[in-house]
């Protein structure tokens, strides 16, 4: 969303703070993929707004998360 928005929508951090540490916690991932080439739509790019990452490969980003950042992948 970061990237698509321009950095309009910024990833939020997480952080779990637990009171009780005997109680048992679970997570659950719920992910998301596009499958092809993501951009920046135009009516988010303005004077103000200038495009942030270039038109970059969702799954390509995925993998190349795990050995940097996406500004490195598809950044201007």
């Known amino acids: 969303m970061q990237a698509w928005s321009n950095d309009r929508i910024q990833s939020p951090n997480h952080k779990v703070v637990m009171n009780n540490g005997k109680e ?3 997570s659950l991932g719920l992910f998301a993929f596009y499958k092809g080439i993501l951009k920046v739509p135009e009516e988010l790019i303005d004077e103000e ?3 942030q990452y270039k038109p970059f490969d969702h799954i390509g980003l995925l993998n190349f998360t795990y050995s940097a950042n996406m500004k490195a992948y598809c950044g201007v």
């Open 24 to 26: 048992t916690r679970y």
């Open 49 to 51: 707004h200038p495009v």
